[in-house]
């Protein structure tokens, strides 16, 4: 087993050096003896005909020779990593590496990629007061991997036709189904004052100073500043951060004329609490073009948003599916490209909250017209009457019972979601044909009112697990600005008026 300081934390250990390295591979050799590493193997590194492909190349060269030698869980390094004794925590303080290892060598197998540093390059988000997810990065010096994520690469990764660096790839995995997080504090680092084997024309590099402006910038200076000492930090970790850890904001579109004015609006209007949180974008049917300039506008417009962009060509449905391979968090906010917000008085902390003390509570949809009764709910109950009315058994929020399904803006248990998609929705014709959106509501909605025919609203209503956010009487919470124009004329109803009012008191502006 791969150790240090005794604690076993891997099947095996490698270690990626050139031949010709040998200063390098000197502080290998010095660090193994310093903290009582076992079983780390050198492995000799690939040199590609394009150099900057090297380093993958050899990566994914670790990888293969691990698969074939059965080995589940490996540590990878550069041979300019450095091990750290006592990382610091930012304004924090410091932790002991040792003592560190002793706390956590036994979770690192609940994660499929544990980095033990990394220049970040978007926010942390704590899961607890030892690991963080890690979505975006640069630096691959020291990580764990499992088979199941060395597999995925080996498969769906090749630098010469998507160039992506294995710093890149490691992050986005969080993206596609894997948990891919880093130590907090990192307690290997990158070595400064060495040159390049590689590249001897890039000279000496010294990164150490960057890299702990990246960790102040997304973890330590996001603590307040009444939080001075390690024990308020670990605090603050443990109480906070419970919308990044608990909710994805999943937004889905497709090809229409106006597509990014419809999504810039949504993203104006979206509530600032959420912009922490994991972003999925999924857009049907897009051409090349429009793929491009949705890849320009969030880096350089919308840089606050580090999304994973998706693309699929079977409509809604298929965007849903694709969405649920991805999120890894309980709950998911559903999010049309043609909706706004209006009212900013969801008090989004306390909603997670009453869906995790609250099992029974599976959807909560933000109402496009006024919380009243207006004859649309999908089906009447067995005594005739609507179950329109306040959910007694949550005094947490406001809660309104419901009998509805629509793809209208809601957050959603994802593990119902999930069950709902399987059961239901999901059909041969998924990713074969074009499905127009509304093949998701017409099926859920048919079932659902079968089901209180059949059952009962009482025997039902908690598997359905419904709601509408707030209170009877409430305004409306959201707007829609129809990116299809099908709801013109005759057809346009409130949604759609509150919609256009939201867009003429609010402009667009270049940051937009």
């Known amino acids: 087993m791969f150790s240090i300081y005794g604690y076993e934390l891997a099947d095996a250990g490698f270690y990626i050096n050139l031949d010709e390295s040998k200063h390098r591979l000197t502080l290998v050799q010095n660090q193994i003896k310093k903290f009582n590493i076992k079983n780390l193997k050198r492995f000799s590194a690939f040199t590609d005909k394009w150099l900057h492909?090297?380093?993958?190349?050899?990566?994914?060269?670790v990888f293969q020779h691990a698969l074939n030698n059965n080995?589940?869980?490996?540590?990878?390094?550069?041979?300019?990593?450095?091990?750290?004794?006592?990382?610091?925590?930012?304004r924090f303080g410091s932790v002991q590496t040792q003592k560190y290892l002793e706390y956590i060598h036994q979770d690192i197998a609940e994660y499929d990629i544990v980095m033990f540093g990394c220049n970040p390059k978007k926010q942390i988000i704590p899961i607890n007061k030892c690991f963080g997810y890690n979505i975006a990065s640069t630096g691959a010096w020291a990580y764990i991997i499992n088979d199941r994520a060395m597999r995925y690469i080996l498969d769906n990764y090749n630098y010469y036709q998507d160039?992506?660096?294995?710093?890149?790839?490691?992050?986005?995995?969080?993206?596609i189904g894997f948990k891919t997080v880093v130590t907090i504090p990192q307690i290997i680092t990158h070595t400064d004052g060495i040159p390049s084997t590689l590249q001897p024309s890039i000279g000496k590099t010294y990164y150490s100073r960057w890299i702990s402006g990246s960790w102040d910038k997304h973890i330590y200076n996001k603590i307040p500043d009444k939080a001075k000492s390690k024990q308020e930090f670990y605090e603050y970790l443990e109480q906070n951060y419970k919308l990044e850890k608990n909710l994805t904001v999943l937004i889905t579109g497709h090809d229409t004329v106006n597509w990014l004015y419809h999504l810039r609006y949504l993203l104006k209007s979206l509530p600032k609490e959420l912009f922490n949180c994991r972003f999925i974008v999924c857009y049907d049917s897009f051409s090349n073009n429009n793929k491009f300039k949705l890849n320009r506008y969030f880096r350089d417009i919308r840089s606050n948003i580090y999304p994973s962009i998706e693309y699929v060509n079977g409509g809604l449905i298929s965007s849903l599916k694709k969405g649920l391979c991805t999120i890894q968090t309980p709950y998911f906010i559903w999010l049309e490209h043609d909706w706004v917000f209006l009212n900013n008085s969801v008090n989004w902390i306390k909603l997670i909250d009453t869906m995790n003390n609250y099992s029974f509570i599976n959807s909560v949809w933000f109402n496009k017209d006024d919380n009243n009764i207006r004859g649309f709910e999908i089906c009447n109950t067995e005594h005739g009457s609507t179950p329109f009315e306040p959910e007694t058994r949550v005094s947490d929020i406001d809660l309104i019972t419901t009998c509805r399904?629509?793809?209208?803006?809601?957050?959603?248990?994802?593990?119902?979601?999930?069950?709902?998609?399987?059961?239901?929705?999901?059909?041969?014709h998924v990713d074969k044909v074009n499905q127009r959106s509304h093949n998701i509501e017409e099926k859920m909605i048919d079932l659902y009112r079968k089901d209180i025919i059949n059952n009962g609203w009482i025997n039902v209503k908690d598997n359905w697990g419904t709601y509408l956010y707030g209170k009877i009487g409430d305004c409306a919470y959201v707007g829609h600005t129809d990116a299809s124009g099908r709801y013109g004329g005759i057809s346009r109803?409130?949604?759609?008026?509150?919609?256009?009012?939201?867009?003429?008191?609010?402009?667009?502006?270049r940051n937009d």
Not at 72 to 78: C, G, H, L, P
Not at 409 to 418: G, Y
Request: hydrophobic residues 35%; charged residues 25%.
């Open 493 to 509: 109803s409130q949604p759609e008026i509150n919609g256009s009012e939201y867009i003429h008191k609010n402009p667009l502006t």
């Open 163 to 175: 160039r992506m660096a294995i710093d890149d790839i490691l992050p986005i995995l969080n993206y």
């Open 405 to 428: 399904w629509s793809n209208n803006p809601a957050i959603h248990r994802t593990s119902k979601m999930k069950e709902w998609f399987e059961n239901y929705i999901n059909n041969e």
């Open 53 to 61: 492909a090297s380093c993958t190349q050899s990566h994914k060269g």
């Open 71 to 90: 080995l589940n869980r490996v540590f990878v390094a550069e041979d300019d990593f450095e091990l750290v004794e006592a990382p610091e925590l930012g």
